[in-house]
């Protein structure tokens, strides 16, 4: 059964960091591109930063670029989207997937809550 599960979210003040994971299951998520997404209240999803599968490639919306890592451990089927220098405006719900464009890797996760605030 394909699944992804997103966890690691929480209540952060600004300027903190926070690691949130995306495991995959029923499948072998270092052959597929994955892509971190974010929907904040009223705002529709938006790609945050995805990872290909063959050349290692990387790529950041503008905003996050420079704060956000994304990365995987293959051993543990499992990606993760490293957050820095967070800012109240990161505050959405974060989900895992493939990117726009592709075919899903599997349906969509309940998505982990970041929330950035003092």
């Known amino acids: 059964q394909l699944q992804l599960v997103e966890s690691g979210g929480g209540l952060v003040q600004p300027g903190g960091s926070l690691r949130i994971s995306c495991a995959a299951s029923?499948?072998?998520?270092?052959?597929?591109?994955v892509a971190w997404f974010r929907q904040a209240p009223g705002k529709e999803r938006e790609a945050v930063s995805c990872?290909?599968?063959?050349?290692?490639?990387?790529n950041y919306l503008a905003s996050v670029k420079g704060r956000f890592t994304i990365s995987r451990d293959n051993a543990k089927n499992t990606a993760y989207l490293q957050m820095k220098s967070l800012k109240p405006e990161d505050t959405a719900v974060y989900y895992c997937?493939?990117?726009?464009?592709?075919?899903?890797?599997?349906?969509w996760g309940q998505g982990t809550q970041v929330t950035v605030s003092s």
């Open positions: 990872s290909g599968s063959s050349d290692g490639n990387t």
């Open positions: 997937n493939s990117p726009p464009s592709y075919p899903l890797l599997g349906p």
């Open positions: 029923g499948f072998t998520l270092d052959h597929y591109t």
